[in-house]
Antibody, heavy 120, light 110 residues
């Protein structure tokens, strides 16, 4: 059974950088059938796709976040990562990592989510 | 890239049917048959209910069905049950390997 687990600090200061890692177990990240994605959900609000990365390292980002987002993948450790710079309170959210089916662009596996609060 | 439009809330009594709409544009919902629906209970990660507009993953009851007409996709839940009370989100492929979600709909089972 595939499992995804987010890890990283639960608190970030305004203007600083948020960094999260998603470790994939029960399957390889190096497969051509899937993208690996980050999706966030501010408290009490809806879901927002942040971006996706292919095992080759190709990245695709939400247009409004593109200038602040960097995603990377480490196939040797079977994990992928998110860096979001210059964070503000608006970036406070539960951050989910997820697997997206490449053929039909739907999320079939989600991590449990991790809350990141931006506060001084 | 604007969010897809969903009603904030819908409700129905046990046994009834409800339909949740998801309106996009001809750059996302209208242009691709890659609409998916997710159910989210409080404090939990979303769960896939429908993919490819109409496909139900294994384990999802056949009470859940999806459809699409033009720029609007719909999720219909028939024979409402108490456990169906949750938030529902639509999602569409939006080209150039990007995804866009709807704002979410809170389903209340009366």
């Amino acid at each position: 059974q595939l499992q995804l687990q987010e890890s990283g600090p639960g608190l970030a200061k305004p203007s600083e950088t948020l960094s999260l890692t998603c470790t994939v177990s029960g399957g390889s990240i190096s497969t051509s059938s899937y993208y690996w994605s980050w999706i966030r959900q501010p408290p009490g609000k809806g879901l927002e796709w942040i971006g996706s990365i292919y095992y080759s390292g190709a990245t695709y980002y939400h247009p409004s976040l593109k200038s602040r987002v960097t995603m990377s993948v480490d196939t040797s450790k079977n994990h992928f990562s998110l860096i979001l710079t210059s964070v503000t309170a608006a970036d406070t959210a539960v951050y989910y990592c997820a697997r997206v089916q490449k053929s039909s662009d739907f999320v079939d596996y989600w991590g449990q989510g991790t809350l990141v609060t931006v506060s001084s | 890239q604007s969010a897809l439009t969903q009603p904030r809330s819908v409700s129905g009594s046990p046994g009834q049917s409800v339909t949740i709409s998801c309106t996009g544009t001809n750059s996302n919902v209208g242009d691709y048959n890659f609409v998916s629906w997710y159910q989210q209970h409080p404090g939990k990660a979303p769960k896939l209910m429908i993919s490819d507009v109409t496909k139900r993953p294994s384990g999802v009851p056949d009470r859940f069905s999806g459809s699409k007409s033009g720029n609007t996709a719909s999720l219909t839940i028939s024979g409402l049950q108490a456990e169906d009370e949750a938030d529902y989100y639509c999602c569409s492929y939006a080209g150039s390997y990007t995804l866009v979600f709807g704002g979410g709909t809170k389903l209340t089972v009366l």
